[in-house]
């Protein structure tokens, strides 16, 4: 056998892995616990309308910077987003991490403040239109509503103002690749008070409640 592919297969550690990480395509975002007077909520922020998935429910969070780590980049948006700073956030956990559709890597990290007050939030409206907070109970006590959407793969896309094609014939592919193909995948949505929890925040969500749901 080659020396390198031995030394590769000999050496080589198990460990976790998401294939396709160092694209710059990296996100952290923070689920915080927030708890007063024995309660526990969970805290959301609508993103302003005039960024990216504006008006969306989200965690906070964005994308990360060169040499940060996840907890790292989730703290530090999370103090520009809405002002907590990350001395005021204890048991910071990585919980893990969902590669979505479009090739975005959300890392998921979870903490929890003791005796919060609402005071403490200093939004920044440049990102942020406001934040609210959703008891824990409900989504203990509420089932989340699944629906299915298709994810589509057009051939045709566009860089700048050209119009390219993917070239499945030319690549000699199965001409089901010719045109638009895809599959279905699940969408979580909770409704609380009006706001729709849902996208990536809605499938992070479902896993944390069915993870917490286990120590009930």
């Known amino acids: 056998m080659n020396n390198i592919l031995c030394n590769f297969l000999d050496k080589r550690e198990e460990e976790e892995r998401i294939i396709g990480k160092e694209k710059d395509k990296k996100y952290s975002v923070l689920a915080l616990f927030c708890e007063k007077d024995g309660k526990v909520s969970i805290l959301f922020e609508k993103r302003a309308k005039n960024i990216t998935q504006g008006g969306e429910v989200s965690f906070p969070g964005g994308r990360t910077e060169k040499n940060e780590n996840c907890i790292e980049t989730a703290l530090r948006e999370t103090f520009e987003e809405i002002g907590i700073a990350k001395d005021r956030i204890q048991k910071i956990r990585h919980y893990g991490k969902i590669v979505m559709p479009t090739g ?79 599959r279905e995948r699940k969408v979580y949505f909770y409704n609380y008070d009006g706001e729709v929890i849902w996208g990536i925040t809605g499938e992070i969500l479902y896993s944390l409640i069915d993870e917490i749901k286990k120590y009930y």
């Open 104 to 182: 975005q890597l959300i890392d998921v990290q979870i903490g929890y403040i003791e005796n919060f007050s609402m005071e403490e939030i200093k939004v920044n409206p440049d990102e942020v239109e406001k934040v609210f907070l959703v008891p824990l109970n409900y989504f203990l006590e509420n089932e989340v509503v699944i629906e299915n959407v298709m994810v589509e793969n057009v051939p045709e896309y566009k860089i700048g103002d050209e119009v390219k094609i993917f070239p499945a014939k030319e690549l000699n592919l199965p001409e089901k690749y010719h045109k638009p193909w895809g």
